[in-house]
């Protein structure tokens, strides 16, 4: 069956770097769509940032633009997200995602076929 199992979560203080990477079998890659969302506490799911199939297409949140980059190997079948300069508002589980259909970016969710099952991303002050 599909999985989808991130890592790379963890407690940094603000301004800091992190990069989330997430593992992906099961499915024939290179033909999804994968994206990354967040969920805080009392908050609705939301999008982060997205990549098409081939790569060569992204999405980002206004929110992340020129901090959060997403990248792909479909040689690895991993999708990996660098996070700077964090700050305490990107505190949030963080969700890998795949949407079959892959040739553009998916920005919402309802688009999404699989899900992982979220690492933690805490920025203290």
């Known amino acids: 069956q599909v999985q989808l199992v991130e890592s790379g979560g963890g407690l940094v203080q603000a301004g800091d770097s992190l990069r989330l990477s997430c593992a992906a079998s099961g499915l024939a890659f290179s033909g999804y769509a994968m994206g990354w969302f967040r969920q805080a506490p009392g908050k609705e799911r939301e999008f982060v940032a997205s990549i098409s199939g081939s790569g060569a297409l992204v999405s980002d949140a206004d929110s992340v633009k020129g901090r959060f980059t997403i990248s792909r190997d479909n040689a690895k079948n991993t999708v990996d997200l660098q996070m700077n300069s964090l700050s305490p508002e990107d505190t949030a589980a963080y969700y890998c995602?795949?949407?079959?259909?892959?040739?553009?970016?998916?920005?919402?969710?309802?688009?999404?076929?699989?899900w992982g099952q979220g690492t933690q991303v805490t920025v203290s002050s």
């Open positions: 995602a795949a949407s079959l259909g892959g040739r553009v970016p998916q920005t919402r969710a309802l688009f999404y076929n699989y």
